[in-house]
């Protein structure tokens, strides 16, 4: 149904894909497997015409195409659900699943009555109670999902990409979405399935393929390989050589660093607390949109909590604010890099240097001397790949840019560093040094917050995890009761948010 | 505009709108008397037709900083075309407006092709407009023959001819973006471009098309205010590029697009018309008029905006 041969592509600074060939037929469930950065959504978003391979061809239907643009692979009936919603949060759900496919009545304007019943009939087949009126802004990040959903099921769709569509919902609506996708490929329909959970692939996928930075690894039928065996293709390597060891003595020898008791953000994080100990790793588990990120903001005085308290050093912060936090010695690695953390056309040494200019500073004048020595230290301790402390961050690779504000915050943060998605878009090498750092700053005594989305690094990596779910914290987890089973069952259970505890 | 409840916008503007009238009728008797608030729906014409044309631009996200250049070029060819001979009147109309259409036309395709922020392209081929406008007439040129202010001033059954074409014209314009794919589309670019054309969505023809609107409003208002004062000067519409955008916003229309709609520009250029009204009969100054003007906008805005944002 949809070849693509021999796909190279690369981006300022990475090689996304080098020579990667994929095929789906017609009628199957093809799963799409990669660690981040493996170049999966590449892959897709040159299938569906986003980018342009610079090598290789791209076959439908037999005959080989050029996308000219997304528009034109969507008319020839490819669908792509990409992780970041395509949606318009100001339109109403009716207007968002119809986008582009407007039903008209006989004048040519748009059929409001027809679109609003037809969208519900969509929505009922999918077993999703939506009003099709209510704006897709207004909607949990799980009914966002379940209408990107429906839109591809509204369209005469022949090829299908769903990019890790059971991220944000949960049992009955996987059961439901599960039984589409069946009824799909039973009309013919080629889909191409990319999740990291390797129980759904088992579930659902007629093959699977592998890709690696940039690279095929294995395409493979289902029925014949083994889970052990997808696990070690995506990761190139045995999954316990990724984390460094914990320390052997207990948390609970810890002095508390920083305690949040009860903090409630309107409609987002509700009563919510937090125990943060020196020379701990905490995770932040939860579903996007379950309130971690903004709970870590409010924490760090990004957001206004409405209720709540905030203890640092047995000091209580009547009101919190990024500055009053640095001053204290708390650091906040947010999770969009270029958008807040880096400054991407200045140089290592500027970004390095930029929260305490005062420290390299002379009669109010910058001694770049002195920045430039400090920030040639850091690239050597934090083995960061780069030309020199000029080089321009915007140059770099995501792990390395990951690792220029790691190097910033690590200085002048002493007591407590929040790190949010530290290793999204960042490659296996490039994450394994990050862990390192993380669990180096953690025995100097820093009380390390780290919010993840990928169960294993919550597993591997963290002392003690807080799990999240709708605002409200689901639950905890310590030592030996950290799987990613538990996790997922907090994460996604409907039962009344229990504290679990275990030694 | 899109769901069936309304905006907060609309509903914002509407009670200051209604306050402000309450107000005047207190203050002054002759105010609230029909003849002067018929005055007042006349007197928004130019502000409500450049309104109209910017609310569409800054709907797809953009802006339109040449709209006062625009209107003044377009106000010196209209009197200096037709140049008091009524025979000229119907084909310099009807090709000023089609002018104004394509010299938006021109700003949408150089913010599509250039790949330039509306913001630069705009000021940039205003600083042109305005250029050409002095090489063609460095005062007031031609003239109009007589009956032409009856596009300003006129009277039909004792209604303003300019102020009723003008509701006419807003609700055409809702409904086309109400109830037309091309409509809903302007909200769509404007909400998320990279969604819009990730979907596939005519996105670059919205924008050529929403800046060549909004030059066709700066084409209707240069006949109007050239109907109104006789003849067309150099800096006409010298004022409009700014105060066009107080309508916009005032009525609930977002800057960084998606949200709001035309009907909220119309009431908020009545709320600008009412106010300076209601100040002259205050026996205000202009001078202060100005300065509770810019203080009215800043009130407004803050009530009618959205403050649902992450601050980080």
């Known amino acids: 149904m949809l070849t693509l041969s021999n796909i190279h592509r690369s981006f300022p600074g990475v090689r996304a894909l080098a020579g990667v060939t994929f095929e789906v037929r017609a009628g199957e469930i093809h799963a799409l497997v990669g660690e981040n950065g493996a170049g999966k959504s590449t892959l897709t978003k040159i299938a569906a015409g986003v980018h342009q391979p610079e090598a290789g061809h791209i076959a439908f239907d037999g005959a080989p195409v050029v996308w000219t643009s997304p528009g034109h692979a969507k008319a020839r009936g490819l669908h792509v659900i990409y992780q970041e919603f395509v949606l318009f949060p100001h339109l109403s759900v009716a207007e968002n699943i119809f986008i582009g496919h407007e039903r008209h009545t006989r004048l040519g304007t748009i059929d409001r009555g027809r679109t609003r019943a037809e969208a519900r009939d969509v929505l009922t087949r999918l077993g999703v109670d939506l009003d099709p009126r209510s704006l897709v802004r207004d909607l949990s990040v799980a009914d966002q999902q379940m209408v990107e959903i429906a839109k591809a099921l509204v369209h005469n769709v022949r090829v299908l990409f769903l990019d890790e569509p059971t991220a944000v919902i949960s049992g009955h609506e996987v059961e439901l979405l599960f039984e589409r996708l069946r009824a799909l490929r039973a009309q013919g329909v080629a889909i191409v399935y990319i999740s990291h959970r390797l129980e759904e692939i088992f579930a659902l996928c007629d093959r699977v393929t592998v890709l690696k930075d940039g690279q095929h690894v294995l395409t493979a039928p289902v029925a014949e390989i083994s889970r052990e065996r997808i696990v070690s293709a995506m990761v190139g390597r045995d999954l316990a050589e990724l984390f460094p060891p914990r320390p052997a003595s207990l948390r609970a020898d810890r002095p508390v660093v920083l305690e949040a008791r009860n903090v409630t953000l309107p409609g987002r994080v509700h009563d919510a607390s937090l125990t943060l100990r020196a020379g701990t790793i905490t995770g932040l588990a939860g579903m996007i949109g379950s309130g971690r990120t903004e709970l870590a903001m409010a924490i760090f005085g990004g957001l206004k909590m409405s209720a709540g308290t905030l203890t640092i050093d047995g000091r209580t912060i009547a009101h919190p604010t990024p500055a009053a936090l640095i001053a204290l010695g708390v650091g906040l690695v947010s999770e969009d890099r270029k958008g807040q953390g880096l400054a991407m056309l200045l140089d290592v040494a500027a970004n390095i240097s930029a929260p305490a200019l005062a420290r390299f500073s002379r009669a109010g004048l910058l001694d770049r001397a002195r920045e430039r020595a400090a920030a040639e230290a850091e690239i050597a301790a934090f083995r960061i790949a780069c030309r020199g402390a000029a080089t321009s961050v915007a140059v770099m690779s995501g792990g390395n840019q990951q690792k220029v504000l790691l190097a910033r915050w690590a200085r002048i943060c002493r007591r407590v560093l929040i790190l949010d998605e530290p290793t999204r878009g960042v490659d296996v090498g490039a994450k394994v040094e990050i862990y390192r750092i993380m669990r180096a700053l953690a025995a100097e005594g820093v009380a390390v917050l780290m919010i993840s989305s990928e169960l294993p690094e919550i597993v591997g990596l963290s002392d003690h995890v807080v799990v999240m779910r709708e605002g409200h914290v689901a639950g905890t987890l310590e030592g030996a009761a950290i799987t990613e089973e538990a996790v997922i069952a907090l994460a996604t259970s409907h039962a009344p948010g229990g504290v679990e505890r275990a030694a | ?312």
């Open chain 2, 1 to 312: 505009m899109t769901t069936g409840r309304l905006p907060t916008g609309l509903i914002a503007v509407t009670s200051l709108l209604l306050l402000l009238l309450a107000l005047g009728a207190a203050l002054s008797h002759s105010f609230i008397q029909p003849g002067n608030l018929l005055n007042v729906l006349e007197q928004a014409t130019d502000l409500a037709i450049v309104g109209l044309g910017q609310t569409v631009v800054v709907l797809t996200g953009g802006i339109d900083l040449s709209v006062g250049s625009l209107i003044s070029l377009l106000a010196v060819l209209t009197s200096g075309l037709i140049d008091s001979d009524a025979s000229m009147v119907l084909p310099v109309v009807a090709g000023v407006i089609v002018l104004g259409a394509l010299l938006g036309a021109i700003n949408g395709l150089t913010v599509v092709w250039l790949r330039v922020h509306p913001l630069i392209v705009t000021l940039g081929s205003g600083a042109v407009l305005q250029g050409i406008t002095l090489l063609y007439a460095k005062g007031p040129v031609g003239g109009v023959p007589d009956g032409f202010d009856f596009l300003a001033y006129g009277r039909v059954l004792g209604l303003p001819v300019a102020g009723v074409a003008v509701l006419l014209v807003f609700v055409i314009a809702a409904l086309l973006l109400r109830l037309t794919p091309f409509g809903r589309y302007v909200y769509a670019v404007g909400d998320d471009p990279v969604a819009a054309s990730l979907m596939g969505l005519p996105r670059r023809r919205v924008l050529v098309v929403a800046y060549a609107v909004s030059g066709a409003c700066s084409a209707l208002a240069a006949i109007y205010l050239v109907a109104r004062f006789g003849s067309g000067q150099p800096y006409t519409g010298a004022n409009y590029t700014l105060a066009s955008i107080t309508p916009v916003v005032v009525g609930g229309t977002v800057l960084a697009g998606g949200r709001g709609g035309v009907m909220g520009t119309l009431l908020g250029a009545y709320l600008v018309a009412v106010l300076n009204n209601l100040l002259n009969f205050l026996d205000v100054s202009s001078q202060m008029q100005l300065v509770v003007q810019g203080l009215i906008i800043i009130l407004a805005v803050s009530v009618v905006i959205d403050k649902r944002r992450v601050v980080a």
